[in-house]
């Protein structure tokens, strides 16, 4: 009877574990993207002469930006 709550109780936590590790990882994949990939792709487009593609996007993400710090707020 004792192992049964045993094995009940690991799974329990490895469960809670589990999905705070998968919440963890999403705020790092937010963080990641924001911070080092939508700039670099921005850098890209510039780079390759798609500078009338890069402006409209950053300018829509400074929109994005904007709007959502409002509402933070």
């Given amino acids: 009877m004792l192992t049964v709550i045993f094995v009940v109780a690991v799974v329990c936590v490895a469960w809670k574990i589990f999905v705070w590790s998968l919440k963890a990882a999403w705020g790092i994949a937010k963080i990641l993207c924001?911070?080092?990939?939508?700039?670099?792709?921005?850098?890209?487009?510039?780079?390759?002469?798609?500078?009338?593609i890069a402006i409209p996007i950053l300018i829509i993400g400074g929109i994005v930006a904007l709007i959502g710090r409002i509402a933070a707020a």
Avoid: T
């Fill in 34 to 52: 924001a911070v080092i990939l939508f700039p670099a792709f921005l850098i890209g487009l510039v780079c390759v002469g798609l500078l009338y």
